[in-house]
């Protein structure tokens, strides 16, 4: 029975790989602020260019994949900190030649933590105030706030913390991929070179939110709830529940990490045996909610708030309206939602909820049966399959002098202009170009998924099952929720991890069938 549940875990995940790697064939999903505006695009795709960078994005991963495996005759003491230095020397000379502003959102939060340090202003938990509606951003303006308290107060230190956590994304790429490949016999540095090598991460580390420290928590507790499971040591569960609780106060989507982590546990439990499995259960229960209940009540007891922040703030409801839009397929719906919850409810969340109820059976009645799938296929499709986690407003940014209809809203600009920024201006070869590279690494990325998962079920392999489970979860709760491409960076490092395991067995079996004419010994990829 535990298999049958596990293959179908798996044949589900193969099912939307399938179904991502098929559509791109025919459209192509895209974000191009300065081209577009803050809208997605699903247009016709460019079979021939496509192809072209196929075969050349193969051909180069070939050569960089033997490069690696020379690094297999030095220390990981030696390799893995070089490798992570050359990530960061890459980072800072991101941040520095693309000089990104803060903007919306992120300029919120930068603007309320000054506020909240320097001036002891609280009035935005307040009505009409930003975490009055949004208090779960009250973890990033808090961690914003203490690190301009103890560093310069500027935007370089948030961009800097952002390469910290970076780094140990990377690394924790590195040590899952190792605990779920326990038989290989090689350093298999290669995965550590493309986590660390990785373009969207490299690049996100520009952007001043709380997608990078989440990805970072949730991951490492990933890591050490698959530790735990292996080694079946509590001091690893005890990680795990406070990383993943964390991360979850950083970003709610932490849910899904934690449920994918109490799935695997329930699956393995004859392993770990129910005693452990029960213990697990438990301390996570008690600790997931302990920061929100700890921040609402030192916000009480300070007089900051009088009632829970959490009273009148924005209901869930107000995203799954939001995701549900046939023009937009899920996207921004140009403020609809926000009225509703600002002007018809007056900030009241009982009230708003009621009338998002009221548009969510409005829109499902007035929408057709046709209507609605190509919604949702146009939504998985286009979240998906964009590939570059929206990283040329977040990271790479703009000047402000473009963006469509909603430049006044989502303010552009740099600290000060580079030759890099002069490269990359408008819709330039170079801003473009590295969009196509990025949107084709994610298809070929999928089709090693692919390969891998369909290897791991002819093999009755499923060592793989937490990252599917998240990566699953993140697939189903984005069905219903309101989209962005950048919703999904979390689970980046799941993708390199079971694209690079992709990659390995199908290198292998070439080298088996002597495709590549290569005479380098099976052993050492084995």
Same mark, same amino acid.
Not at 471 to 487: C, D, N, T
């Given at each position: 029975?535990?298999?049958?549940?596990?293959?179908?875990?798996?044949?589900?995940?193969?099912?939307?790989?399938?179904?991502?790697?098929? =559509?791109?064939?025919?459209?192509?999903?895209?974000?191009?602020?300065?081209?577009?505006?803050? @809208?997605?695009?699903?247009?016709?795709?460019?079979?021939? @260019? /496509?192809?072209?960078?196929?075969?050349?994005?193969?051909?180069?991963?070939?050569?960089?994949?033997?490069?690696?495996?020379?690094?297999?005759?030095?220390?990981?003491?030696?390799?893995?900190?070089?490798?992570?230095?050359?990530?960061?020397?890459?980072?800072?000379?991101?941040?520095?030649?693309?000089?990104? &502003?803060?903007?919306?959102? =992120?300029?919120?939060?930068?603007?309320?933590?000054?506020?909240?340090?320097?001036?002891?202003?609280?009035?935005?938990?307040?009505?009409?105030?930003?975490?009055?509606?949004?208090?779960?951003?009250?973890?990033?303006?808090?961690?914003?706030?203490?690190?301009?308290?103890?560093?310069?107060?500027?935007?370089?230190?948030?961009?800097?913390?952002?390469?910290?956590?970076?780094?140990?994304?990377?690394?924790?790429?590195?040590?899952?991929?190792?605990?779920?490949? %326990?038989?290989?016999?090689?350093?298999?540095?290669?995965?550590?070179?493309?986590?660390?090598?990785? &373009?969207?991460?490299?690049?996100?580390?520009? /952007?001043?939110?709380?997608?990078?420290?989440?990805?970072?928590?949730?991951?490492?507790?990933?890591?050490?709830?698959?530790?735990?499971?292996?080694?079946?040591?509590?001091?690893?569960?005890?990680?795990?529940?406070?990383? $993943?609780?964390?991360?979850?106060?950083?970003?709610?989507?932490?849910?899904?990490?934690?449920?994918?982590?109490?799935? =695997?546990?329930?699956?393995?439990?004859?392993?770990?045996?129910?005693?452990?499995?029960?213990?697990?259960?438990?301390?996570?229960? $008690?600790?997931?909610?302990?920061?929100?209940?700890?921040?609402?009540?030192?916000?009480?007891?300070?007089?900051?708030?009088? @009632?829970?922040?959490?009273?009148?703030?924005? %209901?869930?409801?107000?995203?799954?309206?939001?995701?549900?839009?046939?023009?937009? /397929?899920?996207?921004?719906?140009?403020?609809?939602?926000?009225?509703?919850?600002?002007?018809?409810?007056?900030?009241?969340?009982?009230?708003?909820?009621?009338?998002?109820?009221?548009?969510?059976?409005?829109?499902?009645?007035?929408?057709?049966?046709?209507?609605?799938? @190509?919604?949702?296929?146009?939504?998985?499709?286009?979240?998906?399959?964009?590939?570059?986690?929206?990283?040329?407003?977040?990271?790479?940014?703009?000047?402000?002098?473009?963006?469509? =209809?909603?430049?006044?809203?989502?303010?552009?600009?740099?600290?000060?202009?580079?030759?890099?920024?002069?490269? /990359?201006?408008?819709?330039?070869?170079?801003?473009?170009?590295? #969009?196509?590279?990025?949107?084709?690494?994610?298809?070929?990325?999928?089709?090693?998924?692919?390969? !891998?998962?369909?290897?791991?079920?002819?093999?009755?392999?499923?060592?793989?099952?937490?990252?599917?489970?998240?990566?699953?979860?993140?697939?189903?709760?984005?069905?219903?929720?309101?989209?962005?491409?950048?919703?999904?960076?979390?689970?980046?490092?799941? #993708?390199?991890?079971?694209?690079?395991?992709?990659?390995?067995?199908?290198?292998?079996?070439?080298? !088996?069938?002597?495709? #590549?004419?290569? !005479?380098?010994? $099976? !052993?050492?990829?084995?």
């Amino acid at each position: 029975m535990l298999k049958g549940i596990q293959k179908t875990f798996y044949f589900l995940l193969i099912f939307f790989v399938s179904l991502f790697i098929a =559509s791109s064939f025919f459209i192509r999903a895209q974000y191009n602020y300065v081209v577009y505006g803050d @809208t997605p695009m699903l247009q016709q795709q460019h079979l021939g @260019t /496509f192809l072209l960078l196929i075969i050349g994005f193969l051909i180069f991963s070939v050569i960089m994949y033997r490069l690696c495996l020379k690094l297999n005759k030095y220390r990981p003491q030696i390799v893995i900190p070089l490798v992570l230095l050359g990530s960061c020397a890459i980072q800072l000379v991101i941040i520095f030649l693309f000089t990104r &502003l803060p903007t919306d959102d =992120s300029q919120t939060v930068v603007s309320l933590a000054m506020n909240m340090l320097y001036k002891g202003d609280y009035s935005t938990f307040n009505q009409t105030g930003y975490l009055h509606m949004f208090p779960f951003n009250y973890s990033t303006v808090l961690y914003i706030e203490a690190l301009l308290a103890m560093f310069p107060d500027n935007y370089v230190t948030i961009k800097v913390a952002n390469i910290v956590f970076a780094l140990i994304t990377t690394l924790m790429i590195y040590l899952i991929y190792k605990q779920l490949t %326990p038989n290989s016999r090689s350093h298999d540095y290669g995965v550590l070179v493309f986590a660390a090598t990785y &373009l969207p991460a490299l690049f996100m580390s520009n /952007f001043i939110y709380n997608d990078v420290i989440a990805t970072t928590l949730l991951t490492s507790a990933l890591y050490f709830g698959i530790r735990f499971m292996k080694e079946k040591s509590v001091k690893y569960l005890i990680f795990a529940a406070i990383l $993943v609780t964390i991360g979850n106060y950083f970003r709610s989507i932490g849910i899904i990490f934690l449920l994918a982590m109490v799935i =695997s546990l329930l699956l393995h439990m004859k392993q770990i045996g129910w005693k452990k499995v029960m213990l697990s259960l438990c301390l996570f229960a $008690v600790l997931f909610n302990i920061p929100s209940w700890t921040q609402n009540a030192l916000l009480q007891a300070t007089g900051k708030v009088q @009632t829970s922040t959490t009273t009148n703030a924005a %209901p869930i409801y107000m995203w799954l309206n939001m995701g549900i839009n046939l023009k937009t /397929f899920g996207f921004w719906d140009n403020r609809e939602s926000y009225n509703i919850y600002q002007r018809d409810a007056d900030y009241n969340k009982a009230l708003s909820t009621e009338l998002f109820k009221e548009s969510i059976a409005q829109k499902l009645s007035t929408a057709s049966l046709t209507d609605l799938v @190509t919604m949702y296929y146009k939504k998985i499709i286009w979240t998906w399959t964009e590939g570059t986690y929206q990283i040329e407003r977040y990271g790479i940014g703009n000047d402000g002098s473009s963006g469509g =209809s909603r430049t006044g809203f989502i303010m552009g600009g740099y600290s000060y202009p580079t030759f890099a920024t002069e490269l /990359f201006a408008g819709n330039s070869p170079y801003r473009s170009g590295i #969009l196509w590279l990025l949107y084709t690494m994610n298809f070929l990325m999928y089709c090693f998924i692919l390969i !891998r998962l369909i290897g791991s079920l002819r093999a009755k392999r499923f060592d793989e099952m937490s990252l599917i489970l998240v990566i699953l979860g993140f697939v189903g709760f984005y069905i219903l929720w309101e989209i962005k491409s950048r919703y999904i960076y979390p689970v980046y490092p799941l #993708l390199i991890i079971l694209s690079y395991m992709g990659f390995k067995d199908t290198y292998q079996w070439l080298i !088996r069938q002597d495709f #590549l004419r290569l !005479r380098t010994s $099976v !052993r050492e990829e084995s």
